[in-house]
């Protein structure tokens, strides 16, 4: 099985003009796009013009990103701002004057966008990890708070004792994939704290 390619390498093979690499990049980040869009409080209608043109402005000035490694960062403002450019012309053609303020109503705000796009991360680097080391990271992080350290063992065939050890492990391979893709928080966390 190949391993999935970085963003870097994804994008120099859209820029040649490989469909199936432009087909994988918007598998990547499509739920990354379509939760800052629905966050907006668009219309269904709305949310999928939104969705669909910020894939189309990605593709129409796909020779001006000249860092992938920020891609997911573009894909958040460029949603975000033609969320904003929705938002405006329906309360514009709603003759709303309550809504026509919009700069003081950020309906996205950028702690919530950063989030969003860590969280995108994260899931993309999930998916390359082996299916072991995803079961542990998403048995610690992603099952129900009252599930106890034996119990995840337990689950694992694992003893206490071994569990930590295979639990570093599968977080230090997480941190090297998020690394290998240009996460730029992974380099300011410390060992145990994705």
């Known amino acids: 099985m190949a391993l999935p390619r970085i963003d870097s390498e994804l994008w120099q093979d859209v820029l040649a003009g490989?469909?199936?690499?432009w087909s994988e990049l918007v598998?990547?980040?499509?739920?990354?796009?379509?939760?800052?869009?629905?966050?907006?409080?668009?219309?269904?209608?709305?949310?999928a013009d939104c969705f669909q043109q910020t894939w189309?402005?990605?593709?129409?000035?796909?020779?001006?990103?000249?860092?992938?490694?920020?891609?997911?960062?573009?894909?958040?403002t460029t949603a975000?701002?033609?969320?904003l450019r929705l938002r405006r012309r329906a309360d514009r053609e709603s003759g709303d004057p309550t809504d026509m303020d919009l700069a003081s109503q950020d309906p996205l705000p950028d702690e919530a966008m950063?989030?969003?796009?860590?969280?995108?991360q994260l899931e993309i680097a999930l998916k390359e990890l082996d299916p072991r080391c995803r079961q542990v990271v998403e048995a610690f992080f992603f099952a129900p708070e009252d599930k106890s350290y034996e119990e995840i063992a337990l689950s694992f065939?694992?003893?206490?004792?071994?569990?930590?050890?295979?639990?570093r492990r599968c977080l230090e391979r997480l941190k090297q994939i998020l690394a290998a893709h240009d996460f730029a928080d992974v380099r300011k966390k410390g060992d145990d704290s994705l």
């Open 157 to 167: 065939g694992l003893s206490v004792n071994s569990l930590g050890p295979v639990r």
């Open 18 to 21: 490989d469909n199936a690499a």
């Open 27 to 47: 598998r990547r980040y499509q739920a990354l796009v379509y939760a800052v869009v629905t966050r907006a409080g668009l219309s269904m209608a709305d949310a």
């Open 56 to 76: 189309v402005l990605l593709f129409r000035h796909r020779h001006r990103l000249h860092d992938p490694s920020r891609l997911s960062a573009w894909l958040v």
């Open 80 to 83: 975000k701002r033609e969320a």
């Open 114 to 120: 950063e989030q969003l796009e860590r969280q995108a």
